[in-house]
């Protein structure tokens, strides 16, 4: 019914994963010639979108006229029904706040509730933007290392509650974590819940990645367990990575607690910081109430994908990875390599022909880690293992 065996030639489509990539690695690692070489790095998928939201976008299209437009109540009714259908949690839409994006709307909620010198607290290794966009607003990031385990990561809690006691004001959460994959369980959240209650620290949860997720594994909204409506939480989610729509750029805050919301609401009109476009609008409603069909067969394909990754990487000397709980990207530790990460960047750009992510981009807690997408083609998949191993070799 899909076909996510279908090669989409992406290059010269202004692509951030296919066209812009190579002067970044180039630049970055020092590499003579960037040719031929298999992008499966930035987190998009090269599958074609859901039919259903190529044709509401379309459709909308066919109306010449495109003035300012607000966002439908059958929009909105589109994101509540998917959340509850599919995470067992019940949004009031009139807590929903639009934003361009979740990294806008993370720097949003930064300067709206934080002041340049506060004490913003990040799990490592983590998403850039979470240590960037604090950093760039001048505000201290303090950094609660995660536990990797053989196959996991758990959280230190003790070290998380002496950051707190440091005076944390903000801590922004990935869950499910990018790049570990992790699926938070209840008592994770319950635990980070307490600790912020106790703390007075605003919680910012960040699950952009809570639909793709695998068997075995069910994502928690974090506003939805034990003594939430106790808590300063505000959730980030967002129908872009679930149905491959990052450029057409959209996200939304729910937030409960009506200080915080007013706040919120506030900065964006000071800002002139718009809701949704148009034909965002026209997608997301499209996406949650025509594309979970889409969603369920993307899932599965992608974890045949890790399945095949996972089980063709681990045979590689000093490699080791497992099948992440949530994502499609792959955390792969290849510290018994003995490499240093500029000598593994290099085998792979130069011998391999690979771009993949380098663990440090995301902290130094990820030294000795790769990131690898594997939401593409199968055959894409084949290519990017023969090219792994031939980096190695
Ligand atoms: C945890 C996380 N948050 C946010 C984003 C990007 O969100 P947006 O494109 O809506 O700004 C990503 C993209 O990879 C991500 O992994």
Known sequence: ?????????????????????KERYKAQFKIADASDILPMWVADMDFAIPQVITDAIKERLDHPIFGYSYVSDACKDSIKNWFSRRHDWTIDTNTILFHQGVVPALATIIETFTQPGDKICVSTPIYPPFFSIPSVQKREV??????????????????????FKTG?????????????????????????????????????????HADIVFDGFKHIPTLTVKDA?????????????????AGIHAAMMVVPNVELRNKLALNKAEHGRDDLNILAAAAV??????GEEW?????????????YVVEQLNQLEGIRVTK???????????????????????RLLEKGKLAIEPGTKYTEAGRGFLRMNVACPFETVKDGVERFKKALL
């Not at 019914?1 to 990539?21: A, G, I, V, Y």
């Not at 319950?190 to 952009?208: N, P």
């Not at 409603?285 to 025509?290: G, S, T, V």
């Open 142 to 163: 303090v950094e609660n290392l995660l536990i990797t385990t053989d196959d996991d990561f758990e959280y230190d809690f003790a070290d998380l509650e002496e950051q």
């Open 229 to 245: 409506d106790k808590a300063k939480i505000i959730t980030c989610i967002a129908p872009t990575k679930t149905f491959n729509i």
């Open 168 to 208: 944390v004001k903000v801590y922004i959460l990935c869950s499910p974590h990018n790049p570990g994959g992790k699926v938070w369980s209840k008592e994770d959240l319950e635990k980070l819940v307490q600790l912020c209650i106790q703390y007075d620290v605003l919680l910012v949860s960040d699950e952009i």
């Open 295 to 307: 969603v369920d067969a993307m899932i599965a394909y992608v974890s045949n994908n890790m399945d």
């Open 324 to 346: 992440p709980q949530s994502t499609y990207l792959i955390w792969i530790d290849y510290r018994d390599t003995g490499l240093s990460e500029d000598e593994m960047m290099l």
């Open 1 to 21: 019914m899909f076909n996510f065996d279908e090669l989409h030639n992406r290059k010269n489509t202004n692509s951030l994963k296919w066209d812009l990539f």
């Open 285 to 290: 409603k499209a996406a949650y109430e025509q």
